[in-house]
């Protein structure tokens, strides 16, 4: 399951983008910019806290939850570093109730929600012997996902795309982005521009919490060759290969 899936341009990094595209009906269509005045932060951080309460007690019943006690605390330990970065880049979420904990499903992956609540996949992290710094590198892509408000994004886009949902309820449409397969054909195109938005953020990120650029990087290395197929997107990610070049590039010229 993945919570974070829609992007729009860049503007919270500074960046210029070009406008995204979703498709319809086999149709690329070009998506304008979403008003951010229909939801507020606080409404889609409401509502992902509901989401992220319940995500728990199925893990839990299911008896995945929280098993490795050593595990959940150094991904804390780690997780305390980059939050603190975090409240220095994104003043906004300084008085965010972060949360992480963690899953030993082998189908799980790790994902962020509005507001700070991260599910971190041991399974993931293990299959890749992850080092600290490599571990960092996940959690603050993941962090980087909740301050960039990708959920809040997500929504409004969504909206854009099916307008006529702003006559339905959000807890209707929080189901629909997630499950309804129109809505996830259509923006699955903005989830990749979406996850390399995630990835610059939080390599820099995590650079300013001093972590070393260069072994940050190693994290998509890993990610690249563990992979079995590093040289085709997925629907919602780009190609690892690409991605791994791509962080390669950036910490290149975040070292100069």
Same mark, same amino acid.
């Given at each position: 399951m993945s919570f974070v899936r829609l992007v729009t341009c860049s503007f919270l990094l500074g960046l210029t983008c070009s406008p995204a595209h979703a498709y #319809?009906?086999?149709?690329?269509?070009? *998506?304008?910019?979403?008003?951010?005045?229909?939801?507020?932060?606080?409404?889609?951080?409401?509502? +992902?806290?509901?989401?992220?309460?319940?995500?728990?007690?199925? #893990? &839990?019943?299911?008896?995945?939850?929280?098993?490795? &006690?050593?595990? *959940? &605390?150094? +991904?804390?330990?780690? @997780?305390?570093?980059?939050?603190?970065?975090?409240?220095?880049?994104?003043?906004?979420?300084?008085?965010?109730?972060?949360?992480?904990?963690?899953?030993? &499903?082998?189908?799980?992956? @790790?994902?962020?929600?509005a507001g700070g609540k991260i599910l971190l996949s041991q399974f993931q992290v293990e299959r890749l012997n992850l080092n600290e710094t490599e571990l960092a590198m996940l959690l603050s892509h993941e962090i980087a996902h909740a301050v960039l408000e990708h959920n809040r994004l997500e929504y409004e886009q969504a909206l854009v795309l099916f307008p006529t949902w702003h006559q339905r309820s959000f807890e209707e449409l929080e189901e629909a982005v997630d499950n309804d397969e129109s809505f996830l054909r259509a923006l699955a195109p903005l989830s990749k521009q979406q996850e390399e938005e995630a990835d610059t953020a939080g390599l820099k990120l995590a650079q300013g919490a001093g972590f070393s650029v260069h072994s940050?990087?190693?994290?998509?290395?890993?990610?690249?060759?563990?992979?079995?197929?590093?040289?085709?997107?997925?629907?919602?990610?780009?190609?690892?290969?690409?991605?791994?070049?791509?962080?390669?590039?950036?910490?290149?010229?975040?070292?100069?």
């Amino acid at each position: 399951m993945s919570f974070v899936r829609l992007v729009t341009c860049s503007f919270l990094l500074g960046l210029t983008c070009s406008p995204a595209h979703a498709y #319809i009906d086999d149709k690329p269509v070009v *998506l304008p910019r979403p008003s951010l005045s229909s939801l507020t932060s606080a409404q889609v951080i409401a509502g +992902a806290e509901k989401m992220y309460r319940q995500r728990l007690s199925d #893990i &839990e019943q299911a008896g995945y939850l929280d098993k490795d &006690e050593a595990f *959940l &605390e150094r +991904a804390k330990k780690i @997780a305390q570093v980059l939050i603190h970065q975090a409240a220095q880049d994104y003043p906004d979420t300084r008085h965010w109730q972060w949360e992480i904990h963690s899953t030993s &499903e082998q189908e799980e992956s @790790a994902y962020s929600m509005a507001g700070g609540k991260i599910l971190l996949s041991q399974f993931q992290v293990e299959r890749l012997n992850l080092n600290e710094t490599e571990l960092a590198m996940l959690l603050s892509h993941e962090i980087a996902h909740a301050v960039l408000e990708h959920n809040r994004l997500e929504y409004e886009q969504a909206l854009v795309l099916f307008p006529t949902w702003h006559q339905r309820s959000f807890e209707e449409l929080e189901e629909a982005v997630d499950n309804d397969e129109s809505f996830l054909r259509a923006l699955a195109p903005l989830s990749k521009q979406q996850e390399e938005e995630a990835d610059t953020a939080g390599l820099k990120l995590a650079q300013g919490a001093g972590f070393s650029v260069h072994s940050l990087v190693n994290f998509y290395k890993k990610l690249s060759r563990n992979s079995a197929n590093p040289n085709f997107d997925s629907k919602s990610h780009p190609a690892p290969a690409r991605r791994w070049m791509a962080m390669r590039a950036l910490a290149q010229t975040l070292s100069q």
